[in-house]
Each structure stands twice: as C-alpha cells, then as structure tokens.
C-alpha cells in the first residue's frame, strides 16, 4: 500500500479575516435556511482544511484545533497511516446503511 502525504499546514497563527469571515457568514446563512434549529454547532466558522492540530477556514484563517475530541487529539486531522489505511478500504468496498 503507497502512502499518500498530505501537506501539512503551517503551523502558524493566521488571521485575515474578521472572525467567522465573509464565507463563513455566507455558509452559516445557508445552514440557517437549509438545516434544523435542533442541530447546534459552536464554532463560527467552516473548516475548509485540516492538518495535526491546525485547522484552516474557508476564509484563510488558520486555527489550533483545541476541541478536536478523543478522535483526532492522538494522531491529529489527516495523518498520512490513517489517510492511507482509509484510501485503500475505499478501493475494497464502502456501504453506508448502517442497520
């Protein structure tokens, strides 16, 4: 099985936008329409790209992801083994009705 590399980001504090940007607002704006109140979400805005611990909006803002939870504080978003591993299952075979 061949590795895939996913480019890392740099880990760097970016901000060029107002927080959540222009994007963000666009893309909250269309939840608000489209998805029920039920379903709540704390973070302002919409993650475009995620490496380790950097998370990197639809705006350009970049972000160190501190409410990863249990499932990527480990290894981080995007690891290459994990990447890998999940590229060649998906050669096997995928199903997603889960009953």
């Known amino acids: 099985m061949t590795s895939p590399t996913v480019a890392p980001l740099v880990l760097e504090r970016r901000v060029v936008t ?43 803002n970049q972000f160190i992801d501190l409410g990863a ?4 504080t480990t290894i981080g978003h995007t690891d290459d083994a994990v990447v890998a591993a999940a590229s060649a299952q998906l050669t096997e075979v995928t199903h997603t009705l889960f009953t």
């Open 69 to 72: 939870g249990i499932g990527v």
């Open 18 to 60: 107002a927080i959540p940007g222009p994007r963000s607002i666009e893309l909250q704006e269309r939840r608000r329409r489209v998805v029920s109140d039920g379903v709540s979400s704390a973070l302002p805005v919409y993650i475009e790209r995620a490496h380790g611990a950097i998370l990197r909006d639809v705006d350009g």
